[in-house]
């Protein structure tokens, strides 16, 4: 849930960020970079319904109901997907301390055995 409402509220602002504003596409932008690109695989002008008409119209507009559902599944999955790279990391480095520890313990336990053994050893 925190991904896809995260997607959501941050979608219209990385818009901004890259340039598909409410006045337009920003001048220098990336997304003035993605427009000139468009423009000249479609010989001068930008399609309708291509990636870039339909980011500036976000840009302009705003999300429809339909395109907020979009936004917020692929965040609800990236989320889900992150969260799971960090249990699945989680895991291994809680898996390595205990090891290490259970190490520790052993050699702990292989020093007293030897301290004691010298000690016999030094009483003969």
Do not use: C, D
């Not at 509220?9 to 340039?19: K, Q, R």
């Not at 002008?45 to 990636?51: D, E, F, N, T």
């Not at 055995?113 to 000690?119: D, K, P, V």
């Amino acid at each position: 849930p925190v991904g896809a409402m995260g997607a959501v509220l941050m979608a219209p602002v990385a818009l901004s960020v890259i340039g598909f504003t409410s006045a337009g596409i920003a001048a220098g932008s990336y997304a003035a970079s993605m427009m000139s690109a468009a423009a000249t695989t479609n010989g001068g002008g930008v399609a309708a319904g291509s990636l870039v008409a339909i980011l500036q119209s976000a840009g302009a507009s705003g999300f429809t109901a339909f395109a907020n559902t979009v936004v917020a599944s692929i965040g609800g999955a990236l989320g889900t997907f992150v969260g799971a790279g960090f249990g699945w990391l989680s895991n291994i480095f809680q898996k390595r301390r205990e090891q290490k520890k259970r190490e520790e313990e052993i050699e702990a336990f292989l020093f007293g055995i030897a301290a004691g053994a010298l000690f016999l050893w030094s009483k003969r």
